[in-house]
């Protein structure tokens, strides 16, 4: 990137962050009255209603919708089709938000599509950083001619920006208490909340929920005329394999289980997540959108989604995962249960200030052996000294180091051959030992 272009870049996202971001407040700052859709349907009615000019898949839930949406684009893509992706936080660069064919939107066309919203943007109060972010995505994906979208809720869902469109499919992955602050501090107000982006007359694809969430989903269902598609009851799944190498599993309809598929992806829960994707595309098809099961193989065959159970060194074992609730922590230790059985876990372990720190730890008691408490540099990451009283709930030496890549060193260092050095907590962690890795060549 030349000079010019990486200050007309740092430019554009210094724009796009003077504004109202709430994923940078602390929760003690919001409330579900700081959120409204008004803003945001100016906007999008001022750009000509993009998102009106391609179908859409609407991804809502607490755990496994990034990873549905990205076996739902790469699937797309084998299919033949130009496919847009939409998800949110990014990992290391603002564009990965941002994607076509799997190819982030690049800084050059970022900077001027910003320069070109500018005026919209002034003409309309109370917008913040979400909705313009998110009006951009659109935007581009009507200028790129996509032939389908794939849009990942950012918070919630009733009163999320991306819910002014109105997909072919909506889908609901696992749901958990997160964000109860603004959500609710119940499952079945995190259900109605999620709910929210069920459209008259669209169906639903819902992961398995328990009972009272599934409840409150399958109500707003049928208040809005929605076809109710739910996992565990119109179609079955069972899991075949896993290894590191992968999972293959089948999913079953009308009693018979089809074909065997493979993703590599690693996890229980991501057998969930593909189940989730392969009964949303079938129901695309449904719709009218050609889709074959040999693009489906493949795309889930072929699909990555760096920062979620991603081993980057097999021995001795280096993990970086972004578990953020203790509902993914269950899921985060069954994991290591399985792929390594036994091994005793040196975990570099940060998150935000709206999380059940004490809840999260506990989840991972039976591995850690050692915490080394530290901190993205994401406003609202707890301190590594406030982490460290938490972390005294599991009765192993805890220790403070606030540079996620000097902990990822330390933990290397001292963890031994036999143990699991794991990185985890915060996406902006996990994404924050992930460039460490790289960018320190840490395997070396």
């Not at 269950?330 to 975990?347: A, I, N, S």
């Amino acid at each position: 990137m030349s000079q010019n272009l990486q200050t007309r870049y740092q430019d554009a996202l210094d724009y796009l962050y003077q504004f109202v971001d709430f994923s940078l407040s602390h929760k003690d700052d919001l409330s579900l009255e700081d959120f409204t859709l008004e803003s945001m349907r100016s906007l999008v009615d001022a750009l000509g209603n993009p998102d009106r000019t391609y179908p859409t898949i609407h991804v809502a839930g607490t755990k496994g919708k990034g990873s549905v949406c990205a076996l739902l684009a790469t699937s797309l893509q084998e299919q033949g089709y130009k496919v847009g992706m939409y998800t949110s936080p990014h990992l290391k660069n603002f564009e990965e938000r941002i994607q076509v064919d799997g190819k982030p939107i690049s800084p050059a066309e970022l900077v001027a599509l910003v320069d070109e919203i500018k005026p919209y943007v002034e003409a309309i109060p109370d917008l913040t950083t979400f909705h313009i972010t998110t009006a951009l995505a659109f935007w581009y994906f009507a200028r790129q001619n996509v032939d389908i979208a794939v849009i990942e809720v950012g918070l919630g869902g009733r009163l999320d920006s991306t819910n002014v469109i109105t997909p072919i499919v909506s889908v609901i992955t696992s749901l958990y208490l997160e964000h109860t602050h603004i959500l609710g501090d119940t499952i079945e107000q995190i259900a109605a909340e999620k709910g929210g982006i069920i459209k008259p007359g669209v169906p639903v694809v819902v992961a398995p929920q328990v009972d009272s969430a599934r409840e409150v989903i399958a109500r707003i269902a049928a208040q809005k005329g929605s076809r109710l598609i739910q996992l565990g009851v119109d179609y079955h799944y069972r899991r075949n394999a896993a290894s590191l190498d992968g999972q293959n599993f089948s999913v079953c309809n009308n009693g018979n289980f089809r074909e065997e598929l493979h993703i590599g992806l690693l996890g229980p829960h991501q057998v969930d997540n593909a189940a989730v994707a392969y009964v949303a595309l079938q129901t695309v098809r449904e719709m009218g959108i050609e889709m074959s099961e040999a693009a489906i193989a493949a795309g889930f065959s072929r699909t990555k989604w760096p920062g979620r159970f991603e081993v980057l060194r097999r021995e001795p074992p280096v993990v970086v995962d972004s578990a953020h609730t203790p509902g993914a922590m269950t899921k985060l230790q069954e994991t290591l249960d399985e792929l390594f059985p036994g091994r005793p876990v040196w975990m570099v372990f940060g998150v935000s200030d709206d999380k059940d720190v004490e809840g999260m730890l506990l989840e991972l008691k039976p591995s850690i052996r050692k915490v080394y408490c530290s901190r993205s540099t994401h406003p609202r990451a707890l301190a590594p000294e406030v982490l460290v009283e938490n972390a005294r709930v599991l009765d192993v030496p805890v220790e403070a180091i606030g540079n996620v890549g000097d902990a990822l060193e330390t933990a290397m260092r001292e963890a031994g051959e036999e143990a699991v050095v794991l990185v985890t907590g915060s996406i902006f962690v996990a994404a924050t030992g992930r460039i460490a890795w790289f960018e320190r060549r840490l395997w070396e």
